[in-house]
C-alpha cells in the first residue's frame, strides 16, 4: 500500500470515529426540535420534517435558565479563579525544587483526583456544616470542587512550568530581579498558555459539576443548571425535546468556547500543558 492510501485510509478511520463520537451530539439538537410524534416515530428521522424552534423559547421561559446558567457561571468562574490563585504557586514550587520527597507528596496528592465526588461528598458535606460554611453554599461548593480539581491542575502546569528553562530565571536574579519578580516578569508570561488550558479544561468539568451542587444547595435560586436539568426527571418523564432543549442550550457556551480559544488550547497542549 502506497504512503498516500495509508493516509487516506486513515483520515477515513478518523472521520468515521470523529462521526461516531460526535453522533449523540447531533442527535440531541435534532431531537430537540422535533414534535412529540415524530420523537417516537419508528424508524426515527435523522431530520426533523417540522423544526419545533419555539421549544426552545419555552424552556428558557419557563424553566427560568438565565438563573440556573448565571449560577453555573459563578461556580464554574470562581472555582477557576480560586485554583489558578492558590495552585500556581504550588505548581512553580514542584517543578523547581525537585527531589524524591517531592515527588511523593506529588503521587499523593495526584491520588485525590482519583477519589470520585459521589464519595468524597459526605465528609465534605459534614466538615462544611461543622464550619458554618453551607450558610453561603455556592461559595461552599466553589471550594470543594477547587479541592477536587487542584491535584489536576497543579499536574498540568508543573508540566509547563518544567518546559521553562531555568536558565531564563537565573539570568534575571542575576539582572537584579527577585525570585519573586523573576516569576511574575519571566516565568508567568511564558506559561500562560499551559495555564489558560487548564483552566479551561477545569472551567468545562467545573460548568457541569451535579454532585456538590445538589447535596449543598438547596434553595433553587442558587442551584446551577446542572441541577436545572435533574428536576425535569420522574417517574413519567416524557418531554424528551424539552430536556434536549435544555440541555443543548447548556452545552453551547462550552462548545462556543472550545471553538473560539481552540488555537490558544493546541498551543498549550504543545508547550507542554499536558505532558
Given at each position: 500500500?502506497?504512503?498516500?492510501?495509508?493516509?487516506?485510509?486513515?483520515?477515513?478511520?478518523?472521520?468515521?470515529?470523529?462521526?461516531?463520537?460526535?453522533?449523540?451530539?447531533?442527535?440531541?439538537?435534532?431531537?430537540?426540535?422535533?414534535?412529540?410524534?415524530?420523537?417516537?416515530?419508528?424508524?426515527?428521522?435523522?431530520?426533523?420534517?417540522?423544526?419545533?424552534?419555539?421549544?426552545?423559547?419555552?424552556?428558557?421561559?419557563?424553566?427560568?435558565?438565565?438563573?440556573?446558567?448565571?449560577?453555573?457561571?459563578?461556580?464554574?468562574?470562581?472555582?477557576?479563579?480560586?485554583?489558578?490563585?492558590?495552585?500556581?504557586?504550588?505548581?512553580?514550587?514542584?517543578?523547581?525544587?525537585?527531589?524524591?520527597?517531592?515527588?511523593?507528596?506529588?503521587?499523593?496528592?495526584?491520588?485525590?483526583?482519583?477519589?470520585?465526588?459521589?464519595?468524597?461528598?459526605?465528609?465534605?458535606?459534614?466538615?462544611?456544616?461543622?464550619?458554618?460554611?453551607?450558610?453561603?453554599?455556592?461559595?461552599?461548593?466553589?471550594?470543594?470542587?477547587?479541592?477536587?480539581?487542584?491535584?489536576?491542575?497543579?499536574?498540568?502546569?508543573?508540566?509547563?512550568?518544567?518546559?521553562?528553562?531555568?536558565?531564563?530565571?537565573?539570568?534575571?536574579?542575576?539582572?537584579?530581579?527577585?525570585?519573586?519578580?523573576?516569576?511574575?516578569?519571566?516565568?508567568?508570561?511564558?506559561?500562560?498558555?499551559?495555564?489558560?488550558?487548564?483552566?479551561?479544561?477545569?472551567?468545562?468539568?467545573?460548568?457541569?459539576?451535579?454532585?456538590?451542587?445538589?447535596?449543598?444547595?438547596?434553595?433553587?435560586?442558587?442551584?446551577?443548571?446542572?441541577?436545572?436539568?435533574?428536576?425535569?426527571?420522574?417517574?413519567?418523564?416524557?418531554?424528551?425535546?424539552?430536556?434536549?432543549?435544555?440541555?443543548?442550550?447548556?452545552?453551547?457556551?462550552?462548545?462556543?468556547?472550545?471553538?473560539?480559544?481552540?488555537?490558544?488550547?493546541?498551543?498549550?497542549l504543545t508547550s507542554g500543558a499536558l505532558k
Amino acid at each position: 500500500m502506497s504512503e498516500a492510501s495509508k493516509h487516506r485510509l486513515m483520515l477515513a478511520i478518523a472521520c468515521i470515529l470523529a462521526a461516531i463520537y460526535l453522533f449523540p451530539l447531533y442527535w440531541m439538537y435534532v431531537t430537540s426540535l422535533k414534535s412529540g410524534s415524530a420523537m417516537f416515530a419508528t424508524p426515527p428521522g435523522l431530520f426533523p420534517s417540522d423544526p419545533q424552534w419555539s421549544v426552545y423559547t419555552y424552556v428558557w421561559e419557563t424553566r427560568d435558565m438565565g438563573r440556573y446558567m448565571w449560577n453555573s457561571l459563578v461556580i464554574a468562574a470562581g472555582s477557576v479563579a480560586l485554583i489558578i490563585f492558590l495552585g500556581t504557586g504550588c505548581a512553580y514550587v514542584l517543578a523547581r525544587y525537585r527531589n524524591r520527597w517531592v515527588d511523593v507528596g506529588l503521587f499523593l496528592i495526584l491520588m485525590l483526583q482519583v477519589l470520585p465526588a459521589s464519595l468524597l461528598i459526605t465528609p465534605i458535606f459534614v466538615g462544611f456544616s461543622q464550619l458554618g460554611l453551607l450558610s453561603t453554599p455556592r461559595t461552599a461548593v466553589i471550594i470543594a470542587i477547587a479541592a477536587k480539581s487542584m491535584p489536576f491542575y497543579v499536574v498540568l502546569v508543573r508540566s509547563t512550568f518544567m518546559s521553562v528553562p531555568m536558565e531564563l530565571e537565573e539570568a534575571a536574579l542575576v539582572d537584579g530581579n527577585s525570585r519573586i519578580g523573576a516569576f511574575f516578569n519571566i516565568v508567568l508570561p511564558l506559561a500562560r498558555n499551559g495555564i489558560l488550558v487548564s483552566g479551561i479544561l477545569i472551567f468545562m468539568q467545573a460548568f457541569g459539576e451535579f454532585v456538590y451542587s445538589k447535596s449543598m444547595i438547596q434553595n433553587i435560586e442558587l442551584q446551577p443548571a446542572s441541577v436545572g436539568l435533574n428536576s425535569f426527571m420522574g417517574p413519567n418523564t416524557n418531554e424528551w425535546n424539552n430536556i434536549l432543549a435544555y440541555a443543548s442550550m447548556y452545552v453551547t457556551p462550552i462548545l462556543a468556547i472550545f471553538v473560539l480559544l481552540q488555537r490558544r488550547i493546541v498551543s498549550g497542549l504543545t508547550s507542554g500543558a499536558l505532558k
